[in-house]
């Protein structure tokens, strides 16, 4: 991974400051700027949730968050900046749980196939866990992903 490029990688509890992101991320040689964010869903099909907790194996998870920028560049060798952020805690109907951003000089350099590719492997490896508060009570959300070789 090139060091001259910017890269966010990040676990926090406080809220997720997106403009800050992009700024951070962001080189004087970009056009594009994609940003993807989760957030607190409150309603899936008939159930709804109240709030999401989530924890985190915060040494692992910033190790894993450092592969998935390494690999990020790798497949997408003309983006510019990264960043990779979870947060971790309560969290509220309609906050960003996470973010993933990528900057590059043109739209068409890769940057949305690599903020894609961020958030899925994000979700595959990451040791993250998710609980969901409902009005009935609180569950574990179980992922389906097995890790392979590499992860």
């Known amino acids: ?18 403009n800050a992101l992009q700024r951070a991320v962001t080189t004087p040689r970009d056009g594009a700027v994609v940003l993807f964010t989760g957030t607190v869903r409150g309603q ?7 709030q ?6 915060t040494e ?3 190790a894993k968050l450092r592969q998935i920028a ?3 560049r790798a497949r997408f060798p003309l ?16 906050e960003p749980t996470v ?14 196939e690599a903020a894609r590719y961020g958030i899925d492997r994000l979700k595959q490896i990451v040791p993250i866990w998710k609980k969901e508060v409902r009005p009935d009570g609180s569950a574990w959300v179980e992922g389906d992903y097995m890790p392979a070789v590499g992860d």
């Open 70 to 72: 390494e690999e990020m």
């Open 99 to 112: 973010a993933v951003v990528v900057s590059a000089s043109h739209r068409g350099d890769g940057a949305f």
């Open 1 to 18: 991974m090139s060091t001259a490029e910017p890269t966010v990688i990040e676990i926090t509890a406080a809220p997720i400051d997106l």
């Open 79 to 94: 983006i510019h900046g990264i960043a990779l952020v979870q947060r971790v805690g309560a969290m509220e109907v309609g």
């Open 60 to 62: 692992m998870a910033l």
């Open 44 to 50: 899936t099909g008939d159930v709804e949730t109240i």
């Open 52 to 57: 999401l907790e989530y924890e985190a194996y």
